[in-house]
């Protein structure tokens, strides 16, 4: 199982970013999905996730990017997306993707099968 994060980078305060993360080597449309983040010198927190099927419903947010983030995915492509919006430079971290074997998304890691690698997102002020 491979989960390969991409899209990060560096952006001033208020920009814009849209990560993604390629699973291959599992069944995407059984998994639901996360999005965690690390900065420095802190634990990994969870970010956002959603269910495995997304036409019943259920995206989940942590308070900190509720209204500014949004996770979608596309299983034809297997593929899950954070498109994050006014970003702020507390929100610098690597931000992980990790698949979980259930069907409904989950702010816990410990729930999460599988984990990618990490993108750095840099937000300067």
């Known amino acids: 199982v491979q989960l390969q994060a991409s899209g990060g980078g560096l952006v001033q305060a208020g920009g814009s970013l849209r990560l993604s993360c390629a699973a291959s080597?599992?069944?995407?449309?059984?998994?639901?999905m996360g999005w965690f983040r690390q900065a420095p010198g802190k634990e990994r927190e969870f970010v956002a996730s959603?269910?495995?099927?997304?036409?019943?419903?259920?995206?989940y947010y942590a308070d900190s990017v509720k209204g500014r983030f949004t996770i979608s995915r596309d299983n034809a492509r297997n593929t899950v997306f954070l498109q994050m919006n006014s970003l702020k430079p507390e929100d610098t971290a690597v931000y992980y993707c990790?698949?979980?074997?259930?069907?409904?998304?989950?702010?816990?890691?410990?729930?999460?099968?599988?984990w990618g690698q990490g993108t750095l997102v840099t937000v300067s002020s």
């Open positions: 959603i269910n495995r099927n997304r036409s019943g419903g259920g995206t």
């Open positions: 080597g599992l069944m995407f449309s059984y998994y639901s």
């Open positions: 990790a698949a979980d074997y259930g069907a409904y998304g989950s702010s816990w890691p410990n729930d999460y099968d599988y």
